[in-house]
């Protein structure tokens, strides 16, 4: 077993041993340049040499120096993906792995930084890394951060490599977005709650001063138009960020408020983790859910793990993923096709589970 270690570990070491293109060229009997054409894949060489230099190639572990490459006016087939800090959503921790893995499908790697939240500094210092490193372009996530937002808006006039941001958008004409349709996502939700009779609906979201934040509270003041319009807006809760705490307290807030006939029977939470903190207000005051009052989730992080598993408007992850490395792809490799600032909306998905209780009756279904 240690004789077994020992090799393992002298043949890591050869495969790590820097080789050179002289190397390969004394190794092949075929000049350097001959060897340098197959490495960058232009001009000619024969078959023969080709595949003569390719085996040398995979026999010695020769890794191609990326930096010299960049250097010499070549692409890195680097891209670099910022996005915030949020240490009780993992929403911006899926989405990281998912670029990585979208990009290296499509034959590029990732360098993810995380910024913390309002830290302009550091957004700076961050963009200075990923240049430096030579990256071909940039994904940003800045999150609900308005200072942040409008920072990468001044900085994308002045970078070199294009950007395209996701989520959260940025009013510049040179960043292409990739953004969730978030006003259909709170519509669909609270009409899910409305086909279960309900109409007595509160709403649990953030101070709207964020386009997102916006737009979850208008599709659901829309669904709640011809219902009862005026107890949505009476029944309204904003909180100031996206915590469990916040959704407890406004949780909380809503049910010492209304009583008797003007309590919710449901309440729409405009993320996962304030639907978590309705959860725990709720059990606080041995409300069961979904038998006393039924709660509707927004994102798709945390809705499975809770108990029971909450039903929740799904933010398409994979799909935004993927749009956003190809936006970014086509910029890099189709520059004269892509060079508008063109938005793409992809509606997010209601998945059912079991916080809803369907509570039709002749008084609720007019």
């Known amino acids: 077993m240690e004789e077994n270690g020992k090799k393992y570990e002298k043949n890591f070491t050869k495969s790590m041993k820097k080789v050179t293109l002289k190397d390969i060229a004394d190794e092949a ?127 994308a006039k002045k970078l070199s490599v294009p950007l395209v941001m996701i989520e959260r958008p940025a009013d510049v004409y040179e960043i292409e977005k990739i953004l969730v349709d978030n006003g259909e996502g709170s519509y669909t939700a609270v009409r899910r709650l409305q086909n279960a009779g309900h109409r007595r609906i509160a709403y649990l979201g953030v101070v709207q001063e964020e386009i997102v934040e916006q737009e979850r509270y208008h599709g659901y003041l829309q669904a709640m138009k011809g219902i009862d319009e005026e107890y949505a807006i009476k029944n309204s809760y904003f909180a100031e960020a996206y915590t469990v705490e916040n959704g407890y307290k406004g949780c909380l807030e ?82 004269e096709q892509h060079s508008g600032n063109r938005t793409v909306k992809i509606g997010p998905v209601f998945i059912e589970r079991n916080s809803i209780k369907n509570i039709k009756s002749p008084e609720n279904l007019k």
């Open 29 to 155: 009997g075929v000049s350097i340049s001959c060897v340098t054409r197959c490495v960058n894949g232009s001009g000619y060489v024969s078959k023969e040499k080709r595949e003569k230099v390719c085996q040398v190639m995979e026999r010695m572990h020769y890794i191609p120096n990326q930096q010299a490459k960049v250097l010499r006016g070549g692409s890195s087939r680097l891209l670099g993906h910022v996005h915030a800090v949020a240490d009780e959503n993992i929403f911006f921790t899926k989405m990281a792995v998912t670029i990585e893995r979208k990009s290296f499908e499509k034959g590029y790697k990732t360098i993810t930084y995380a910024l913390d939240t309002g830290d302009v500094k550091m957004l700076e210092g961050i963009l200075l890394d990923l240049i430096s490193y030579g990256v071909d372009g940039i994904i940003i996530n800045a999150g609900i951060d308005k200072e942040i937002t409008e920072e990468i808006g001044r900085k």
């Open 254 to 335: 809503i049910l010492d408020k209304r009583t008797g006939e003007e309590q919710p029977t449901a309440i729409f939470a405009a993320s996962d983790i304030l639907a978590a903190g309705v959860y725990r207000a709720l059990m606080e005051r041995k409300i069961q859910i979904p038998e006393d009052i039924s709660v509707v989730g927004y994102d798709d992080t945390i809705a499975k793990f809770l108990s029971p598993p909450l039903s929740t408007m799904q933010l398409p992850v994979e799909e935004i993923a993927e749009a956003a490395v190809n936006a970014l792809i086509n910029k890099l490799e189709e520059k």
